[in-house]
């Protein structure tokens, strides 16, 4: 925490107490940090924020994971003295950006059906919400192998409160308890090491992402099921449900990921993968490869692939 003091000029442009982002934080943390280093009820800084910016948008809503564009962090950025790509860091605009190629990927890319959980370890010894465990499928923190929390004791859900104007920052909205105090339990070690392996293929998309990358997965999975002579799967969720998938740019990395990991493939499987790319949709019947310089095939009647001109 950065504190000046009220002779400083800065005062009149920044918050007295400054919050960073520290690696691998979530940018709601952040923002709650903020409110706590500056004595402020939850959500003082992001109301704020969207007040300046005359933005009227419902807080409990707000996608804080891939912010959109009603989301100031420019303006937040220069409250906090900090480069507006730190904040932009503590979510996952630039990664979703480079992987489906576009500016502004679209919330649905990652598939977020987002609900609050929380680590209590994590809050406990540092305050800290990392953006990892708010990634499609993670149920314990990685680092201390506990089980992530959704509700407090008093038997409220966290859903989507984030913020609440009536309570301290990091506090259940019903009773004030800090969401440091919530049950700590720890996890199986199957679903820890199940976990390993689904935040291992995150963060390869995440590192090594684009779009080719995309196509080049899609077809690792068709060949798999093709050689394993199957076409259902049984997802995380332990649903055995028919694989299919339209085109690249409109694969949901979380979905692809549940793939992946559910036909027990690893980023080695693909890497080493050296075959011609021809993506072909998982219905069997037509194949179809996003990159222009790649020819479009097609099965003939004798099931011999012949090159469709376009």
């Not at 959704?150 to 038997?155: E, L, N, Q, R, Y």
């Not at 993506?279 to 037509?286: A, D, G, I, S």
């Not at 790649?294 to 469709?308: I, L």
């Amino acid at each position: 925490m950065d504190s000046i003091g009220i002779t400083d000029p800065l005062w009149l442009t920044t918050f007295p107490h400054r919050v960073a982002p520290r690696p691998e934080e979530w940018l709601a943390g952040v923002i709650l940090r903020c409110d706590e280093a500056n004595c402020w009820n939850s959500g003082t800084t992001i109301t704020h924020l969207m007040r300046t910016a005359g933005t009227d948008a419902d807080l409990e809503q707000m996608n804080l994971v891939l912010p959109t564009s009603s989301l100031p962090l420019a303006l937040l950025a220069g409250w906090l003295a900090v480069p507006e790509s730190a904040l932009i860091s503590s979510t996952y605009q630039f990664e979703l950006a480079r992987l489906y190629d576009v500016p502004h990927p679209h919330t649905q890319l990652l598939d977020m059906g987002f609900s609050l959980h929380v680590c209590p370890l994590c809050l406990d010894e540092a305050q800290m919400l990392r953006r990892s465990l708010v990634l499609p499928h993670i149920r314990c923190c990685p680092i201390h192998h506990a089980y992530l929390q959704s509700s407090c004791p008093c038997g409220r859900s966290l859903w989507r409160r984030l913020f609440s104007s009536q309570t301290q920052p990091f506090t259940c909205h019903k009773c004030g308890l800090a969401w440091a105090k919530f049950a700590r339990q720890e996890a199986d070690p199957k679903r820890v090491a199940l976990e390993q392996n689904i935040l291992t293929w995150y963060s390869f998309f995440f590192s090594k992402g684009s779009r080719m990358l995309l196509a080049r997965a899609l077809q690792l999975i068709g060949r798999t099921m093709e050689e394993r002579k199957i076409t259902t799967v049984k997802h995380l969720n332990g649903r055995s449900l028919r694989v299919t998938f339209s085109s690249p740019e409109k694969t949901t990395l979380a979905r692809l990921v549940d793939v992946l990991v559910s036909l027990k493939l690893s980023p080695e499987d693909l890497e080493a993968d050296e075959s011609p790319l021809l993506w072909r949709p998982l219905n069997w019947q037509t194949f179809y490869c996003p990159i222009p310089t790649c020819p479009y095939t097609r099965p003939d009647e004798a099931g011999t692939r012949r090159e469709v001109v376009k």
